[in-house]
């Protein structure tokens, strides 16, 4: 869902807050956004972190193109979409977008794109390094990423809290879809 107040305002979308450490790793803000706007911006984070194995979208246009499909082809990414008309599906960005919205949307004036990409990155910071959350052990989501390696520490993080933080496939479909990337030498010798 875009969030426009009015047809002069840039509309912004959150990229890929990630579900497990609750980091937001990027706001994009721009007059309109295309697929390959969304990708572009993609790409910025997938160097920075790395590509994840799936992406939860809703089924926006920006999400549903050409682009995103081959961006996902071509960086091995999955495409959950959730069905439409059930954003309970989405809980979490869900939840993220109300805050996006009341906290930083509803309170600012953005009189130029320049300054809604600046006042985006301001609450974007705040979010990310000054805001415990409860489901992270009241750690802030750049606190809780630095302590899992930002992912890139062979999933032993994900491993120590996977009892308290289990997944559960959302639907039947999703159950059977569901593929697991291969286990590392290291990550098997750390279990056994």
Not at 99 to 124: P, T
Not at 137 to 157: S, V, Y
Request: net charge neutral.
């Amino acid at each position: 869902m875009e969030h426009g107040f009015r047809r002069t305002t840039p509309r912004q979308r959150p990229l890929d807050p990630d579900q497990y450490t609750r980091e937001c790793l990027t706001l994009h803000a721009d007059t309109a956004l295309s697929g390959e706007k969304v990708a572009t911006a993609l790409d910025k984070v997938v160097a920075l972190r790395g590509a994840p194995m799936s992406i939860t979208v809703d089924n926006g246009t920006e999400f549903a193109s050409k682009a995103m499909d081959h961006w996902c082809y071509l960086n091995g990414v999955h495409l959950d979409f959730i069905r439409p008309g059930r954003p309970v599906e989405n809980g979490y960005i869900e939840s993220f977008n109300g805050r996006l919205r009341d906290e930083c949307l509803n309170l600012e004036i953005f009189f130029s794109l320049a300054d809604a990409r600046r006042k985006l990155a301001i609450w974007l910071n705040d979010y990310n390094h000054h805001r415990p959350h409860s489901a992270l052990a009241d750690r802030t989501p750049a606190e809780f990423a630095h302590i899992c390696g930002g992912g890139n520490d062979g999933d032993k993080a994900a491993l120590e809290n996977a009892s308290r933080l289990p997944h559960f496939p959302r639907t039947a479909t999703a159950a059977r879809n569901l593929t697991y990337a291969p286990a590392s030498r290291p990550l098997l010798e750390t279990i056994t």
